[in-house]
C-alpha cells in the first residue's frame, strides 16, 4: 500500500513553468512504477507520464518535450516539470502507483491515487 500526496499545483500564465511533486510513503518505494495521470472538466483521467523505479519512462504525445517526469527514490517522492504550458494543460493532476514493472497508461492498473492538484493556465 502506497499513500501519495501531490503538492505545487497552482495558476500560471501560458508558455510558463510549474513543478509538481508527489510525496509517497510506502515500505519499498522502488517496487511500484509511479505516474502523473490528469483529468479535466467532462474529460477522462489520462495518463501524463510514467516512469518505471528503473527510470523507463512513457509520456502522452501532447506533453512530450515540454514535460518531465524523474523520481527520487531515497527521499520518495516523485516530480513533474512542465514547460511551455498552454491552456489545454489546464486539469487535476494526480500521483499514482502501480506494481506493473513497465511505465503503462493503463488506469485501472494502478491501486494507488493521490488527492490530486489543481493545475490551471491562462492565457
Known amino acids: 500500500q502506497v499513500h501519495l500526496v501531490e503538492s505545487g499545483g497552482g495558476l500560471v500564465q501560458a508558455g510558463g513553468s510549474l513543478s509538481l511533486s508527489c510525496a509517497a510513503s510506502?515500505?519499498?518505494?522502488?517496487?511500484?512504477?509511479l505516474a502523473w495521470f490528469r483529468q479535466a472538466p467532462g474529460k477522462e483521467r489520462d495518463l501524463v507520464a510514467a516512469i518505471t523505479s528503473g527510470g523507463r519512462t512513457n509520456y502522452a504525445d501532447s506533453v512530450k518535450g515540454r514535460f518531465t517526469i524523474s523520481r527520487d527514490n531515497a527521499k520518495k517522492t516523485l516530480y513533474l516539470q512542465m514547460n511551455a504550458l498552454n491552456p489545454e494543460d489546464t486539469a487535476v493532476y494526480y500521483c499514482?502507483?502501480?506494481?506493473?514493472?513497465?511505465?503503462?497508461?493503463?488506469?485501472?492498473?494502478?491501486?494507488?491515487w493521490g488527492q490530486g492538484t489543481q493545475v490551471t493556465v491562462s492565457l
Open positions: 510506502a515500505r519499498t518505494l522502488t517496487a511500484y512504477t
Open positions: 499514482a502507483a502501480t506494481a506493473a514493472s513497465i511505465p503503462t497508461s493503463r488506469r485501472e492498473l494502478y491501486r494507488n
